[in-house]
């Protein structure tokens, strides 16, 4: 039997983005228990297709419970399942995530999110050095066909230490270097949603190879990785 998204799970969360409290979620809560095992199977298939061509230390199924304590909304739980997969640090960087949630905001997103502040400084100093392989990469047409422009934040003038006239600032600037690619539900709910996902995740790899021998050498590409 082949595994597949459910219409279950986005009936569940409209119901839920309409009745968000806790005495309706813990009556319908073994309803939910029975379409979090489904979709689990779900994350845990796409684990098992990213390893074929990757390597996957950890999958991070995220909770339904929503942490309010510093938030303005106050509504206990999310209205999507959220899963990020973790290739295997310190040689290879880079992440995957998959984010399933009804009326078409489902989506997929790969890069550095929150990359650490000595990931940041290195990055920049490579883009500052020479940015021609990463345009290359991003600019390729096979490779923006699946994923479009690179997306994230950015600063509104150059870092500390760095040119703001310099010919590279537009990726110097940048806190993140990510790339999202958004389905439908019909797509969502599609037989070959699983397959597609995992071509998306493998037409990645050019920009984690290139960003993993970044992060892992120095200026000089001396390896950083203790034996």
Do not use: C
């Not at 813990?26 to 684990?47: G, R």
């Not at 999310?78 to 973790?86: E, I, L, N, V, Y």
Request: charged share 35%; net charge positive.
């Amino acid at each position: 039997m082949s595994i597949s998204v459910s219409n279950a799970a986005f009936s569940f969360f409209k119901r839920l983005e309409k009745n968000n409290n806790r005495d309706w979620f813990n009556a319908n809560k073994p309803e939910f228990k029975k379409i979090e095992t489904d979709i689990k199977k779900v994350y845990h298939s796409i684990l098992e297709s990213l390893n074929s061509h990757d390597e996957i230390d950890k999958l991070k199924l995220f909770r339904i419970y929503r942490d309010v304590r510093f938030s303005k909304n106050k509504l206990p739980y999310k209205t999507h399942f959220g899963g990020a997969f973790h290739r295997a640090k310190p040689r290879l960087r880079g992440g995957y995530y998959l984010h399933i949630q009804p009326n078409n905001e489902s989506f997929i997103a790969t890069g550095f999110w929150q990359p650490e502040k000595e990931d940041l400084l290195r990055i920049r100093k490579e883009f500052e050095m020479d940015d021609e392989e990463m345009r290359d990469i991003i600019n390729n047409k096979d490779f923006q066909s699946v994923w479009g422009e690179l997306q994230g934040e950015s600063l509104k003038t150059a870092p500390k230490g760095f040119d703001k006239t310099h010919p590279a600032i537009d990726l110097i600037r940048r806190k993140q270097y990510i790339f999202t690619k958004k389905y439908t539900d019909k797509e969502v709910l599609d037989k070959d949603f699983l397959a597609s996902v995992n071509r998306a995740f493998k037409a990645i790899r050019p920009y984690f190879d290139y960003m993993s021998d970044v992060l892992t050498t120095d200026l000089n590409g001396v390896s950083l990785i203790k034996n």
